[in-house]
């Protein structure tokens, strides 16, 4: 089961923000009695009502004072957004303090071995997709001459000290991750990405592409175009690609690859 509630717990904050602006707006109101606004047509033309609250009788809005007839209105709508907003952002929490999209998979995990080797789980758990995932996304495929050998904590050879960075802050981050896989796009063009990683959350594959002498224009040409195959194949920036750069005057920013593995990766 997909989790979804790092997305509802954006929602949350959604409506907090709605429900901030709404209480900042209420300076418009002051001093407004409370009632309301009741609209009425007489002859092809819109008249207007005031009662004011515990009262029976009602009173005649000029159009004179449509400037009052437009607040009262606009308070009464946004007192009614409000309280909905209130009472979606209780629901929501509510069904996240109850949530739990690893149900499953705790249950399938509390079972003894012999069980488990009779039950197939109605979804992969976790552990079982990222065994299948390395199966399907084997690294180590580029057998292009190493230019510098450095090795990342999991103990695999990259060729840049800013690519083991990058290697370590995923393993450290808990990022399933492999070293320049095979990446054979259409008309047969073979790519070796810099790494591909693994959203477990979302079971999403992301390619990562770290341009790294962005200071020399024959290496940002060639990057460039190596970009374009991937966008012309699906393969696109902010979607599935992620793309981090530096250069002899801009060195890696370590927080930056972290702030992009927490939104793509996690």
Same mark, same amino acid.
């Given at each position: ?112 071995? =012999?069980? /488990? ?5 109605? $979804?992969?758990?976790?552990? #079982?997709?990222?065994? +299948?995932?390395? !199966?399907? %996304? ?61 959203? =477990?959350? /979302? ?5 990562? $592409?770290?341009?790294?002498? #962005?200071?020399?224009? +024959?290496?940002? !040409?060639? %990057? ?43």
């Amino acid at each position: 089961m997909i989790d979804c509630s790092k997305e509802l717990r954006k929602q949350l904050g959604e409506i907090d923000r709605l429900i901030a602006q709404i209480k900042a707006g209420e300076k418009e109101a002051k001093g407004l009695p409370v009632g309301k606004i009741r609209v009425s047509s007489s002859h092809g033309k819109q008249q207007y009502y005031f009662r004011e609250r515990d009262r029976e009788e009602e009173r005649y809005v000029s159009v004179k004072e449509m400037s009052f007839i437009k607040k009262m209105i606009q308070r009464e709508h946004e007192r009614k957004v409000e309280k909905k907003l209130q009472s979606m952002k209780n629901e929501i929490k509510h069904f996240l303090d109850v949530y739990d999209p690893k149900f499953e998979e705790q249950i399938y995990e509390g079972l003894c071995e =012999v069980k /488990k080797s009779m039950v197939t789980p109605m $979804e992969m758990t976790d552990a #079982m997709f990222i065994e +299948e995932w390395y !199966a399907l %996304n084997a690294g180590g495929q580029n057998t292009f001459p190493e230019t510098g050998v450095y090795e990342t904590e999991r103990g695999e050879t990259v060729r840049s000290k800013s690519e083991k960075i990058i290697a370590d802050t995923m393993n450290r981050m808990k990022v399933p991750y492999q070293y320049e896989p095979q990446l054979r796009l259409v008309g047969n063009k073979v790519f070796y990405p810099d790494f591909v990683c693994l959203n =477990v959350a /979302k079971r999403k594959t992301f390619y990562w $592409e770290h341009l790294g002498l #962005m200071q020399s224009n +024959e290496y940002a !040409a060639k %990057n460039c175009l190596k970009l374009e195959h991937y966008e012309k194949n699906g393969i696109l920036m902010g979607e599935n690609l992620i793309v981090s750069l530096e250069s002899v005057d801009y060195p890696l920013d370590v927080g930056l690859i972290r702030k992009k593995i927490e939104l793509f990766l996690l």
